[in-house]
């Protein structure tokens, strides 16, 4: 699965080059030129990451930052800052406002690349084996098997896949149709309501190990998996 990654910039070259590497790197780019066009893109479809630069036009990307760890949606998606030299006095803010990482300007897009893949590393719980490891369960993914403690757990292909998606995105809202297009791939004929059928039939299958509880339903929204239950 590609992450996808938003890039919220002003400057096109910027924007252009990060996007390059991106795609280069086997990742999706999605770019916004401010705060505005940038919540309009997460609100189409959450990413996995944000790359947000501190000097915007109209809303700062600081700002943008608080805003986003107050909404439901986009609480948890992982925020690197890019930030000029000059601005690092400014961290504290950052790291208030809940940004993950830092980039000083002029950077490399390897440095960038590397940045990036260790932040989606650290808040997702894959170290890159495929092995993912959350509350009591653990996936094992080059073998597509998931087992809670010790015990394999039997899990169908559509579950599995759900699981999958909900351990390294965890603590995350994500509406039915978001869960479609990432799990089924986007199908157009698949409708909402399959989603509720699958989430049902995940929370069964946890049910033995009393594990139910993680697979969530958010009124209004969506589902969430978390290990806070
Ligand atoms: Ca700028």
Do not use: C
Not at 65 to 90: F, H, N, Q, V, W
Not at 128 to 150: C, K, N, Q, T, Y
């Amino acid at each position: 699965m590609h992450k996808r990654i938003l890039i919220v910039e002003d400057e096109a070259s910027i924007r252009d080059m990060v996007s390059f590497a991106l795609r280069k790197a086997d990742m999706e780019a999605i770019a916004a030129a401010d705060a505005r066009a940038a919540q309009i893109a997460i609100a189409e479809q959450v990413p996995d990451l944000i790359l947000l630069d501190w000097m915007l036009p109209g809303m700062s990307g600081l700002d943008l930052a608080r805003r986003l760890r107050k909404e439901e949606l986009s609480r948890e998606i992982p925020i690197i800052m890019l930030t000029a030299r000059g601005e690092e006095m400014d961290r504290v803010n950052g790291l208030e406002a809940g940004v993950d990482d830092y980039v000083v300007k002029p950077f490399s897009t390897r440095e960038l690349i590397a940045r990036i893949k260790a932040v989606l590393r650290r808040s997702q719980g894959d170290d890159g084996s495929g092995m993912v490891e959350l509350g009591g369960l653990r996936i094992d993914g080059p073998a597509h098997r998931v087992f809670a403690g010790e015990e394999p757990v039997p899990i169908g292909p559509t579950e599995y896949r759900l699981l999958y998606f909900f351990m390294t995105h965890a603590e995350r809202v994500y509406t039915r149709a978001q869960l479609l297009d990432h799990v089924w791939g986007g199908s157009v004929y698949v409708e909402e309501r399959t989603v509720d059928v699958h989430i049902r039939r995940l929370r069964k299958t946890l049910e033995p190990w009393q594990l139910d509880a993680m697979v969530q339903t958010v009124r209004g929204s969506g589902y969430r998996f978390s290990a806070n239950t």
